[in-house]
């Protein structure tokens, strides 16, 4: 069964909006999880890594105003887009990383589209 | 910087073709290298890994070996099927940890009947 879910796998919002991803870990907990977005035709690109309890560590380039990261539980971190345009749509995808097994397990994705 | 280069897709194979997805790497030390698949509407799924030099991963058909003196780690299967068709990632993580997993650009294999 799924170890990562995420929610809602289909977005669409207006511009000037505001969504929210969840992701869960279903098997076990995770002090941390990461965030991907995936543009068209190219590869992951790692946005933030969310910590429990603690501010999240956002990559380069990555607008922290923008994509709010919360990460309240050992379960559970949300991504807001804020203010969404229509340059955020995306696919955004969570992942934890299995310390007993070495390996990363992803969330289904969500599919944003700004109208 | 670690970075991983793939065949660009889409590949578009018969039912019972070989496979060969292309992939090499530029990294520092030694890294793990990993192949990820994505069917239609599903997260990543870890594929098959190798931690170190001339290991093979290998897991539903589908093998790669580590080859550090070509920097590379081809995927292969013998013979696909038509519910391989997904989009295949290679990718690596090095000695920066899990939060440096670098991704190649991911390759689309379409299997028709």
């Known amino acids: 069964g799924a170890v990562v879910s995420q929610h809602p796998s289909r977005v669409i919002c207006k511009s000037g909006t505001s969504v929210k ?33 603690s501010k999240a560590t956002y990559e380069q380039g990555v607008e922290k105003d923008k994509f709010l990261i919360n990460h309240a539980s050992l ?15 995306s ?25 | 910087g670690d970075s991983v280069t793939q065949m660009e897709g889409p590949v578009t194979l018969s039912e019972e073709a070989f496979l060969t997805i292309n992939c090499t790497y530029t990294a520092t030390g030694y890294p793990s290298l990993f192949w990820y698949v994505q069917y239609p509407g599903e997260g990543l799924q ?23 003196e070509t920097t ?29 997993v670098t991704f190649g650009i991911g390759t689309k294999l379409q299997v028709i009947p």
């Open chain 2, 72 to 100: 590379s780690f081809h995927l292969e299967k013998g013979s696909v099927q038509v519910s391989d068709s997904a989009v295949y990632f290679c990718a690596l993580i090095n000695s920066g940890g899990y939060q440096k």
């Open chain 1, 21 to 53: 991803i969840e992701c869960r870990s279903l098997d076990f907990q995770a002090t941390t999880m990461f965030w991907y977005r995936q543009f068209p035709k190219q590869s992951l690109m790692l946005m933030a890594t969310s910590n429990e309890g």
């Open chain 2, 46 to 68: 870890l594929l098959l890994k190798a931690t170190k030099a001339d290991d093979k991963g290998s897991n539903k058909g589908f093998e790669a070996t580590y080859r550090k």
């Open chain 1, 75 to 89: 379960t559970l971190s949300t991504l807001t887009v804020t203010s969404a345009h229509p340059e955020d749509s």
């Open chain 1, 91 to 115: 696919f955004y995808i969570c992942s934890v990383w299995g310390r007993t097994s070495g390996e990363l397990f992803f969330g289904e994705g969500s599919r944003l589209t700004v109208l």
